[in-house]
């Protein structure tokens, strides 16, 4: 048995044997299985798997020559050096010809469309791009926002009234919206994010519009949640089950807005994944059985370092009209500090 080739990932390796299947191999399954560590006389295992960190990954992994071996070197103390013959890796996988999920994309190419090209085709981009990838980017629109609202109410979306009001303008120096007191109107940043999650029904979609960038910062970024909820499935199926069923406070509290809902981070409709809700800045004390904390907060954080990933995440500069429109149930989405007089007007839709 031999090897067509060795794929390294973040926290597995996959080796491709000569007979068409593949299977993949956690980093601390190997550092716990290697060969070596074993009593030279009885055999025996010498090594407990308490002893090795989960989060154990190679320096480097090799084929050799005649690619009958897979050599891996630890980043361990002492850079442990492990070296598996592939008859024992085949015997052995636990993951054969696993399907392969990818994490969510990072390929601004796919949402981002001047508004001039487009021309009559624009509203059609905007539903395919919001469908297909949850979010789309329109450079060159114009500052008229009741202009754009009209063009989405051709395609049945509605504005939502929330209690900022009709429309946001999400400035620093704002004197015309209500219930102001929360991040969006300062120039922190505010990482990503689900809106209005502590609402029984969170508006569908919003759309940032651009009236005047930052002097410096005020980045955009947004990713695919629904992606990366399908990614820990795929890695972490206990985490994604615990992120699915276990019911999270989120809780609004404004000099003269209060509100609370309690929902699971991942909404499922069978083993369709429908709605994410993740907003760090409104979730309350977290209540759950002692015993269920820690995994819980585990599952969590697992999540939370998928979407965090800039590998997986569409970072962008919005200029002066144009607009970012997302899938508020679908995507996160945050912007980095800024200095200056940055304005976005804010809308919440659903659809009729």
């Not at 320096?59 to 050799?64: A, I």
């Not at 303008?169 to 015309?176: G, S, V």
């Not at 904390?293 to 995440?313: C, G, K, L, S």
Request: aromatic share 10%; proline share 5%.
């Amino acid at each position: 048995m031999a090897a067509v080739g060795i794929e390294p990932r973040d926290s597995f390796l996959r080796v491709r044997f000569a007979d068409g299947t593949h299977a993949d191999f956690h980093y601390f399954w190997l550092r716990h299985n290697c060969e070596c560590c074993r009593h030279p006389q009885t055999g025996e295992r010498i090594i407990c798997s308490s002893n090795v960190p989960m989060a154990i990954r190679p320096e480097s992994v090799s084929l050799n020559a005649d690619a009958t071996e897979v050599t891996a070197r630890w980043n361990d103390a002492d850079g442990h050096r492990s070296v598996f013959a592939l008859p024992w890796l085949h015997t052995h996988a636990y993951a054969l010809n696993r399907e392969d999920v990818l994490p969510p994309s990072s390929d601004l190419g796919a949402i981002e469309v001047d508004f001039a090209a487009l021309g009559a085709a624009a509203l059609d981009r905007c539903d395919d791009a919001v469908r297909c990838f949850g979010a789309i980017i329109v450079r060159g629109r114009g500052n008229d926002t009741e202009a754009i609202i009209d063009d989405f109410a051709q395609r049945g979306l509605q504005v939502i009234g929330t209690h900022f009001g009709r429309i946001e303008d999400l400035r620093t120096d704002n004197t015309t919206n209500d219930n102001t007191d929360q991040l969006g109107y300062t120039d922190a940043p505010v990482d990503l994010h689900t809106d209005q999650p502590f609402l029984d029904q969170p508006p569908r979609y919003q759309m940032l519009h651009c009236m005047q960038p930052a002097e410096s910062g005020g980045e955009n970024v947004v990713v695919d949640a629904w992606q990366a909820a399908r990614y820990l499935r795929n890695l972490d199926a206990h985490a994604f089950e615990l992120l699915t069923r276990i019911g999270v406070r989120f809780h609004r509290q404004q000099k003269k807005f209060e509100r609370l809902v309690v929902s699971p981070v991942i909404e499922i409709d069978g083993e369709t994944i429908v709605r994410i809700r993740s907003s760090y800045f409104t979730m309350a004390p977290h209540r759950v059985p002692f015993e269920q904390m820690e995994e819980w907060y585990r599952a969590y954080n697992r999540f939370a370092e998928i979407v965090n990933d800039p590998r997986h995440q569409y970072r962008f500069l919005l200029r002066a009209g144009d607009f970012l429109l997302y899938d508020n149930y679908r995507m996160l989405h945050a912007r980095t500090g800024f200095t200056g007089a940055r304005w976005l007007r804010g809308v919440y839709f659903n659809r009729e």
